[in-house]
Nanobody, 125 residues
Framework: QVQLVESGGGLVQAGESLTISCAAS????????LGWFRQVPDNEREFVAA?????????YTDSVRGRFTISRDGAKNTTVYLQMNSLKPEDTAVYFC?????????????????WGQGTQVTVSS
């Protein structure tokens, strides 16, 4: 079992930055790809970014590439961060952290077995 706890969401203005984080815990954490998805009401969960256990492979959806950066801490490798710059109102969503026990980096929800509760990010215009 893997537990995921997100933190750092909030309300920001367009153009500002925000960093959200997700702490993973559990009995077996490797290999563990960690990803971020987001969801707005009445829409499907959308892939945002993901990072491999090694940290050497990252994936981004086109709409955030160049503005968002995913990283994981180097010490215990159990915390993943999503630094979000130049935020836009369309980035407003609940952001979910997800974990997949795989050495690849999935960009769809299905391979992710573990999910956090989500953190709200609201970008005002």
């Amino acid at each position: 079992q893997v537990q995921l706890v997100e933190s750092g969401g909030g309300l920001v203005q367009a153009g500002e930055s925000l960093t959200i984080s997700c702490a993973a815990s559990g009995r077996t954490l490797s290999p563990l790809a960690l990803g971020w998805f987001r969801q707005v009401p009445d829409n499907e969960r959308e892939f945002v970014a993901a990072i491999a256990w090694s940290g050497d492979t990252t994936r981004y959806t086109d709409s955030v590439r160049g503005r968002f950066t995913i990283s994981r801490d180097g010490a215990k490798n159990t915390t993943v961060y999503l630094q979000m710059n130049s935020l836009k109102p369309e980035d407003t969503a609940v952001y979910f952290c997800a974990a997949s026990k795989t050495s690849v980096v999935p960009t769809i929800p299905k391979p992710y077995k573990y999910w956090g509760q989500g953190t709200q990010v609201t970008v005002s215009s």
